[in-house]
């Protein structure tokens, strides 16, 4: 009897070790799971500001917001703001460090969560998005700054890091949250030269904790950093090849994809290649399975009329300063047609709210107004149980970046009120 007893014990003390284990085995959650605090990147140009302004008062009575700063002036001009915004600024939190980056989805923690709650916090390696390599320039010191923001915020929270060798941006991957991880091959590359796809997949694995990859071909024209023109006449800004720019997961076994209207795609050189390579996407990811082998549904998502969004430039003097020698080729009274990173894949999601683009304004086709009307209808779909919320990004996009690049989640298992 006493035998028994004492093996029905040790078995006991068995399955409670194990299922302890199994509750300290950390993930890459995904971005729609719970939400201790929101980081949320502050610019130093009024109308940036105001983007960012829109996206703290979306989501501040949801979630924390957190808000990284160096200068005490610019803490100052951006609390006016928010005051003149009717935002409770008690209810933000600043953050001083060495140096405020805008987008801090990027250089900022990737957190890994446990069932514990408990966190760690995923170092990549930085090389401000691989432009080193386009320009043949060598990193400076405010790069090397900008990439150790994941480990000072790391020390401020008191989380402990994985560090790889291995560059990568919080833009360019995602997850979700159930052992998949998706990113763009062309950027992988293009960010560590001298490695193997697979060498990177495997640390893209390693550090995230995460099971199977699936890789997209190539990085969208629109998004692609070159030297000069990216074709014929037009000049496009972005992150250099980010996921979250055209493709994202929308629920464990969902993946929202851009499109491009064939209608639109023949209105300029840009969207015309990124009409095949978005195609491309499509065909990958319609044959994608997640961790148990079962397919994913995919959803396209609109992209906006580049040819409305695009702004356009006569070149002269004053234009050559500002693109310096990225229009050499054209001449004094050419057209240069500039594209910021519009994009509705660029959304961001926390407790109860999605956040995602409105594009149209006064003067704009009739039909861009429709297709935010439209991108709206889908989200609602998608998240039958969080407010969409529809804010202009325009501002930030024109620098590169959207809504998601200007912000950074971090996982909790509690709600914040």
Not at 119 to 127: H, P, Y
Not at 319 to 324: A, P
Request: positive net charge.
């Amino acid at each position: 009897m006493q035998v028994r007893l004492l093996a029905i014990l040790l078995f006991m003390v068995f399955v409670s070790f194990n299922a302890q284990q199994k509750d300290d085995t950390f993930r890459m959650p995904a971005e729609w799971e719970q939400h201790q605090a929101v980081w949320v990147g502050v610019f130093n140009a009024p109308g940036r500001n105001l983007v960012a302004a829109a996206i703290v008062r979306s989501i501040y009575k949801h979630v924390q917001v957190r808000l990284n700063y160096s200068a005490d002036s610019t803490k100052r001009k951006f609390n006016r703001l928010l005051d003149s915004l009717k935002i409770d600024t008690s209810k933000v939190t600043w953050v001083k460090d060495s140096i405020a980056f805008n987008w801090i989805r990027d250089p900022g923690p990737i957190f890994l969560i446990n069932k514990n709650g408990e966190q760690k916090v995923v170092d990549f390696g930085w090389n401000d998005y691989g432009n080193c390599f386009v320009y043949d320039q060598r990193l400076k010191k405010a790069d090397s700054i900008t990439g150790r923001i994941d480990k000072r915020m790391a020390a401020l929270l008191k989380l402990p890091i994985i560090s790889s060798p291995i560059v990568a941006e919080g833009g360019g991957l995602e997850t979700n949250g159930a052992g998949v991880l998706m990113s763009i091959e062309e950027t992988a590359l293009q960010r560590n030269p001298g490695k193997t796809l697979k060498e990177i997949e495997a640390e893209y694995l390693r550090v995230t904790h995460c099971k199977k990859m699936i890789w997209l071909k190539r990085m969208t024209l629109q998004e692609k950093t070159v030297k000069g023109l990216h074709i014929e006449n037009w000049k496009s800004s972005g992150a250099n090849g980010h996921i979250d720019e055209v493709a994202r997961f929308v629920a464990p076994n969902t993946i929202a994809l851009a499109q491009i209207d064939k209608l639109e795609k023949d209105k300029n050189p840009i969207s015309k290649v990124d009409y095949d390579i978005l195609e491309e996407c499509y065909a990958i990811l319609k044959k994608a399975t997640d961790v148990n082998g079962k397919p994913f549904t995919i959803i396209r998502i609109p992209s906006p009329d580049l040819n409305a969004n695009a702004v356009s430039y006569i070149v002269n003097k004053e234009i050559r300063k500002g693109f310096s020698e990225e229009i050499k080729t054209l001449k004094d009274g050419d057209t240069l047609k500039y594209v910021p990173a519009v994009s509705y894949m660029n959304f961001m999601t926390t407790n109860g709210v999605v956040l995602i683009a409105r594009y149209w304004n006064e003067g704009m086709p009739p039909k861009e107004k429709e297709k935010d009307e439209k991108v709206k209808k889908i989200f609602e779909q998608l998240y039958p149980d969080r407010k969409i919320i529809q804010i202009n990004p325009t501002n930030i996009n024109r620098i590169g970046g959207g809504i998601h690049c200007a912000t950074r989640q971090q996982p909790g298992i509690f709600r914040y009120y």
